[in-house]
């Protein structure tokens, strides 16, 4: 038997996550992959052979690698957090020091500049939603209910993919978020996912629109019948990406920002479609819908409710209203108590 300290980076890594499988979305575990598959890579091509060499200065050395390398700040932060739950897991197999997690430097990033950057503008993506709702030739279409369901509900991509047909109710205008593990559909936070989310008309009428023109009537592999549907069923992940990335492109509703012609241009292809400069993944939807509910005035802890969000996260990573803005919110509903009469 081999002992825990003979591990090769690489086959520890690989027994780290299979064994936290059951409690991490697959969204989760292939960020972590990512993210050590760089470490054990690293390791790998400088003689590191089994996780007893591991020690404090070349955990250093690897902050360093990674930091010349001209990563984004919360990345490198997000990557040595992971490293250090990694070193944690092997202390606990006690096949390293007891302390050397604590030798792992998780940088600190202002808090600036961990909230996250890269959404879908509110006016960009109000005047898509403008565009689809208005046009008869695109009106309906599963990306138009894709997009407006993201952006009215601020969903996950997890979440927008485990809809099935009977979690949209038309006359209470709700849309229920179920955690389905049994058959293949899991939320990010599992049952503390689950919800009702309400719903405008506009944005029922868009949804009831797609099902009666649009959607493909398919079961899945579970005999459930996606909201989102493809030809073939249920999409994976990576197909929901798509569908959004294509649903925002700059192009659909105005000229193309980036002077490409949109007959020949190479990102409106599936596989490409992500590398256009202005398209957007769901996260970045559901970062820039939080944003406009925080702006619009919601509540916090209503939007927290609607978009499973604790309202700390909201705060910090998503509320990108100006300081002024955050001001006249905080002031405004107050002013009538300072009236002399």
């Known amino acids: 038997m081999v002992e825990p300290e003979e591990l090769p980076p690489r086959e520890a890594w690989h027994r780290y996550l299979n064994g936290r499988r059951t409690e991490l979305t ?3 575990a292939s960020t972590y992959h990512y993210r050590l598959k760089l470490f054990a890579e690293w ?8 996780v007893a060499d591991l020690n404090g200065w070349v955990l250093d050395e690897y902050e360093s690698y990674r930091a010349g390398q001209d990563v984004a700040s919360t990345t490198l932060h997000n990557e040595m957090e992971t490293l250090k739950n990694f070193i944690e897991y092997l202390e606990r197999i006690e096949a390293v020091d007891d302390d050397l997690a604590d030798r792992v430097n998780v940088p600190h990033v202002p808090r600036g500049e961990r909230s996250r950057e890269t959404r879908l503008s509110t006016d960009r993506a109000l005047a898509l939603i403008r565009h689809y709702r208005s ?11 894709l997009l407006e369901t993201a952006w009215h509900t601020g969903a996950r991509l997890g979440g927008l993919r485990a809809l099935d047909l009977r979690d949209f109710n038309r006359e209470e205008q709700t849309v229920e978020f179920i955690h389905r593990p049994e058959s293949g559909t899991v939320l990010k936070n599992k049952r503390e996912g689950e919800r009702v989310v309400a719903l405008n008309e506009r944005v029922c009428e868009t949804i009831g629109t797609y099902i009666q023109t649009d959607r493909y009537d398919v079961h899945d592999d579970h005999g459930r019948q996606p909201l989102f549907s493809s030809l073939q069923g249920r999409p994976n992940p990576n197909t929901i ?3 959004m990335y294509l649903a925002t492109f700059p192009c659909v509703q105005g000229e193309c920002p980036h002077r490409y012609d949109p007959d020949s241009c190479e990102f409106r292809n599936h596989s490409k479609a992500s590398q256009c400069p202005s398209s957007r993944a769901p996260h970045h939807v559901r970062t820039g819908s939080i944003t406009w509910h925080c702006d619009r005035g919601v509540p916090r802890e209503v939007t927290a409710e609607r ?3 604790s309202q700390d996260v909201i705060d910090e990573y998503y509320d990108k209203a ?6 006249e919110k905080r002031r405004r509903p107050h002013l009538n108590k300072l009236t002399i009469e």
């Open 26 to 28: 697959e969204e989760t």
């Open 241 to 243: 990406r798509v569908w």
């Open 43 to 50: 390791c790998e091509d400088n003689g590191i052979e089994t």
């Open 307 to 309: 978009v499973n969000a």
């Open 135 to 145: 046009t008869d030739a695109v009106h309906g279409c599963r990306r138009h209910a």
């Open 322 to 327: 100006e300081e002024r803005d955050r001001m």
